[in-house]
């Protein structure tokens, strides 16, 4: 069974920053693929991003590249949303993830989940 524990969320201006982080409690971290969804009121949850294994590859929504940049400490089994140039469209309760699979990561059902942190950017 693996943990995931959000932080990080918060209330921001339109132009700001946030660095979201997600912890897992798993011996075996860097055997997971990590990522990030999101979900505003009203709407389908929605893929942001996602790292691989030993972060070599890296995944992004259209509607976050080059403001939104993921990474992954495999030491510190975190993973985290560095949040930058925010929108108030990117207002949602954001989500970590977990798979062992990396395929379609964007596209299917996920092993585990965060309980979610909010984000809400006010313009």
């Known amino acids: 069974q693996v943990q995931l524990v959000e932080s990080g969320g918060g209330l921001v201006q339109a132009g700001g920053s946030l660095r979201l982080s997600c912890t897992a409690s798993?011996?075996?971290?860097?055997?997971?693929?990590l990522g990030w969804f999101r979900q505003a009121p009203g709407n389908e949850r929605e893929f942001v991003a996602a790292?691989?294994?030993?972060?070599?590859?890296?995944y992004y929504a259209d509607s976050v590249k080059g403001r939104f940049t993921i990474s992954r400490d495999n030491a510190k089994r975190t993973v985290y949303l560095q949040m930058n140039s925010l929108k108030p469209e990117d207002t949602a309760v954001y989500y970590c993830?977990?798979?062992?699979?990396?395929?379609?990561?964007?596209?299917?059902?996920?092993?585990?989940w965060g309980q979610g942190t909010q984000v809400t950017v006010s313009s």
């Open positions: 798993v011996r075996t971290f860097s055997g997971y693929v």
């Open positions: 790292i691989s294994w030993i972060g070599s590859r890296t």
């Open positions: 993830a977990a798979d062992p699979r990396e395929s379609d990561f964007d596209a299917r059902e996920l092993s585990y």
